[in-house]
């Protein structure tokens, strides 16, 4: 049975930080990338940014490069994100997000993250 357990979220005001993890269990086959999407009402889902497992390549939304960064430790199927310099902007649900090889993605639940001005 497989699980991604996200933590990290809450409410911070703006400049300052917040750090999200995210610990997949289970028996998982064919892990391509980790990495966090958000989403906000009236928008799309959007990645924020992801690590490949196997070399490590990063993706990051533009809007985020530069205050966010994210790192993995594969040995524990766990994926983090640092987030500095927050913005309201960035106020969103945050959702851990399994990318595998010719399979269908695992998701967390989600994470509120709330930035005040």
């Known amino acids: 049975q497989v699980e991604l357990v996200e933590s990290g979220g809450g409410l911070v005001q703006a400049g300052g930080s917040l750090r999200l993890s995210c610990a997949a269990s289970?028996?998982?086959?064919?892990?391509?990338?980790m990495g966090w999407y958000r989403q906000t009402p009236g928008k799309q889902r959007e990645l924020v940014a992801r690590?490949?497992?196997?070399?490590?390549?990063?993706d990051y939304l533009d809007s985020v490069r530069g205050r966010f960064a994210i790192s993995r430790d594969n040995a524990k199927n766990t994926v983090y994100l640092q987030m500095n310099s927050l913005k309201p902007e960035d106020t969103a649900v945050y959702y851990c997000?399994?990318?595998?090889?010719?399979?269908?993605?695992?998701w967390g639940q989600g994470t509120q993250v709330t930035v005040s001005s």
């Open positions: 289970g028996s998982i086959s064919s892990i391509k990338a």
């Open positions: 997000n399994l990318e595998r090889w010719w399979l269908q993605d695992y």
């Open positions: 690590i490949f497992v196997r070399g490590g390549h990063t």
